[in-house]
Nanobody, 124 residues
Framework: QVTLVESGGGLVQAGGFLRLSCAASGRTFSSYAVGWFRQAPGKEREFITYITWSGTSTYYVDSVKGRFTISRDNAKNTVYLQMNSLKPEDTAVYYC?????????????????WGQGTQVTVSS
């Protein structure tokens, strides 16, 4: 069992940056792969990035590639999402999610644990 808590969201102008954190408590966090998802009003939850247990492998969807960076510090039980060059279309609630399997997945139902989400709003 693991509990996830996101933080770092807020209001930022287009072109700005934010760093989201996903802090975990419970079982050894290094045993979980982590994904970030986002959900904009009226839209389905969207996968954006993924990192393996050790952090050696990552994956990004095209819409955030080159702008967002996922990383993790297992000693601090935390995964980060650095978001640069933000656009109004990045506005959404951002969720981190963890799964026991180290195999890549972009499917939200493949993740066993979820945080409560943090709001990111990008103004034009």
């Amino acid at each position: 069992q693991v509990t996830l808590v996101e933080s770092g969201g807020g209001l930022v102008q287009a072109g700005g940056f934010l760093r989201l954190s996903c802090a975990a408590s419970g079982r050894t966090f290094s045993s979980y792969a982590v994904g970030w998802f986002r959900q904009a009003p009226g839209k389905e939850r969207e996968f954006i990035t993924y990192i393996t247990w050790s952090g050696t492998s990552t994956y990004y969807v095209d819409s955030v590639k080159g702008r967002f960076t996922i990383s993790r510090d297992n000693a601090k039980n935390t995964v980060y999402l650095q978001m640069n060059s933000l656009k109004p279309e990045d506005t959404a609630v951002y969720y981190c999610a963890a799964r026991v399997s180290n195999t890549y997945s972009s499917i939200w139902s493949a993740y066993e644990y979820w945080g409560q989400g943090t709001q990111v709003t990008v103004s034009s």
